[in-house]
């Protein structure tokens, strides 16, 4: 049995959600969304009384076939300022992103829906503008398991049913979610579509235009709980930002292009006998600045320097010594334009005893 004692666990069972209606059974107005999803996040609608529980996470199982308005994009980027994801269903209807309102707006996570087979639903709308894909279902694997009523006329008795479409899929996508921001509360909306985007499984079926992959719950979760932003002054071995390796974590951090002499230093610990292993990603496109990497001990002295792996820095090193080893990881940025101005925004990711990422 369920969570709710009847026969299904959602993806995130212990969220709490705010059913918000925006639509009838002849669907409904873009004006009718737009104030809902203000309403949503704690804005004020008309006569309206606020929402006392503003949300987070909106999921948005709607849409047509027209280009972005207005009306879509301001309550969006209204809900965005408020530091709310907003995860839209791609569309059903074989054709590009783009034709379908509100995914190709700006600031929304679009969701393209596979079937059983991992592969794209014949019906999922697809394109550049789709963000990662999740289970949809379709008439001929199978749909996805949904709790529903038996009325036809009314509500009688709850029920299941298989149903298929980007509808479904969404959903699983804003119940990963709430699970990251359950563990790690500070994420904001940008990280948390980031990093369930980089940590999405590959496609075991063919999805062309589908995102970055199929959604992974455990891997999103994990890479939230160890996400943090680089924290200044972190430019000298004193004042090192301390990076916990109980798991693989990542830091956002920032290099200023007019200033290399500034670095980001982060303190780490290698037990005896383990490797650690440090990835640097530069996420800021600009063919003229480069990152590397300096693994020092406690003295100062160099234990390594990073070298390039598969396109990207990366500084391994073996903790032979016997014991527990506190080592610090100097980041640093170089440019080959003189008056080069600005951040550079890069990534890092460091473990323990791992081949791969």
């Given at each position: 049995?369920?969570?709710?004692?009847?026969?299904?666990?959602?993806?995130?069972?212990?969220?709490?959600?705010?059913?918000?209606?925006?639509?009838?059974?002849?669907?409904?107005?873009?004006?009718?969304?737009?104030?809902?999803?203000?309403?949503?996040?704690?804005?004020?609608?008309?006569?309206?009384?606020?929402?006392?529980?503003?949300?987070?996470?909106?999921?948005?199982?709607?849409?047509?076939?027209?280009?972005?308005?207005?009306?879509?994009?301001?309550?969006?980027?209204?809900?965005?300022?408020?530091?709310?994801?907003?995860?839209?269903?791609?569309?059903?209807?074989?054709?590009?992103?783009?034709?379908?309102?509100?995914?190709?707006?700006?600031?929304?996570?679009?969701?393209?829906?596979?079937?059983?087979?991992?592969?794209?639903?014949?019906?999922?709308?697809?394109?550049?503008?789709?963000?990662?894909?999740?289970?949809?279902?379709?008439?001929?694997?199978?749909?996805?398991?949904?709790?529903?009523?038996?009325?036809?006329?009314?509500?009688?008795?709850?029920?299941?049913?298989?149903?298929?479409?980007?509808?479904?899929?969404?959903?699983?996508?804003?119940?990963?979610?709430?699970?990251?921001?359950?563990?790690?509360?500070?994420?904001?909306?940008?990280?948390?579509?980031?990093?369930?985007?980089?940590?999405?499984?590959?496609?075991?079926?063919?999805?062309?235009?589908?995102?970055?992959?199929?959604?992974?719950?455990?891997?999103?979760?994990?890479?939230?709980?160890?996400?943090?932003?680089?924290?200044?002054?972190?430019?000298?071995?004193?004042?090192?930002?301390?990076?916990?390796l109980t798991g693989k974590a990542r830091v956002l951090g920032t290099l200023q292009a007019a200033y290399p002499e500034k670095v980001d230093i982060y303190s780490m610990y290698i037990p005896a006998g383990h490797t650690l292993v440090t990835q640097l990603r530069m996420l800021s496109f600009d063919i003229n600045f480069t990152g590397s990497m300096e693994l020092m001990d406690a003295t100062g002295?160099?234990?390594?320097?990073?070298?390039?792996?598969?396109?990207?820095?990366?500084?391994?090193?073996?903790?032979?010594?016997?014991?527990?080893?506190?080592?610090?990881?100097?980041?640093?940025?170089?440019?080959?334009?003189?008056?080069?101005?600005?951040?550079?925004?890069?990534?890092?990711?460091?473990?323990?005893?791992?081949?791969?990422?």
């Amino acid at each position: 049995m369920g969570n709710n004692s009847f026969g299904y666990t959602g993806v995130a069972p212990k969220t709490k959600i705010v059913p918000v209606r925006v639509l009838g059974r002849c669907g409904g107005a873009e004006s009718d969304i737009a104030d809902g999803i203000v309403w949503a996040v704690g804005g004020k609608v008309g006569s309206l009384p606020l929402n006392a529980n503003p949300v987070r996470i909106l999921n948005l199982s709607l849409g047509g076939e027209h280009s972005c308005s207005s009306t879509y994009q301001d309550a969006i980027n209204y809900a965005r300022n408020l530091k709310a994801l907003i995860v839209v269903s791609a569309g059903n209807d074989k054709q590009d992103v783009s034709e379908q309102a509100p995914a190709n707006c700006s600031g929304v996570m679009a969701v393209a829906a596979t079937n059983k087979l991992g592969a794209k639903a014949d019906y999922s709308n697809f394109g550049n503008g789709v963000d990662i894909a999740a289970p949809g279902g379709d008439s001929t694997n199978g749909g996805v398991w949904s709790l529903g009523n038996m009325g036809t006329k009314g509500p009688t008795t709850d029920g299941w049913s298989r149903k298929s479409g980007t509808s479904m899929a969404a959903p699983h996508v804003a119940g990963v979610a709430a699970l990251m921001l359950a563990t790690n509360s500070l994420l904001q909306p940008s990280d948390t579509a980031y990093l369930m985007k980089t940590t999405a499984r590959s496609f075991p079926g063919t999805c062309t235009d589908c995102g970055t992959g199929i959604v992974d719950a455990e891997a999103a979760v994990a890479a939230a709980k160890y996400f943090r932003y680089e924290v200044e002054p972190n430019d000298s071995m004193a004042s090192a930002q301390y990076v916990n390796l109980t798991g693989k974590a990542r830091v956002l951090g920032t290099l200023q292009a007019a200033y290399p002499e500034k670095v980001d230093i982060y303190s780490m610990y290698i037990p005896a006998g383990h490797t650690l292993v440090t990835q640097l990603r530069m996420l800021s496109f600009d063919i003229n600045f480069t990152g590397s990497m300096e693994l020092m001990d406690a003295t100062g002295k160099v234990l390594k320097k990073s070298v390039m792996v598969a396109g990207h820095p990366e500084a391994n090193y073996y903790n032979g010594t016997g014991a527990g080893l506190s080592v610090y990881l100097k980041v640093k940025g170089s440019s080959s334009q003189m008056l080069s101005t600005g951040e550079r925004l890069y990534e890092m990711r460091s473990w323990r005893n791992s081949n791969t990422w």
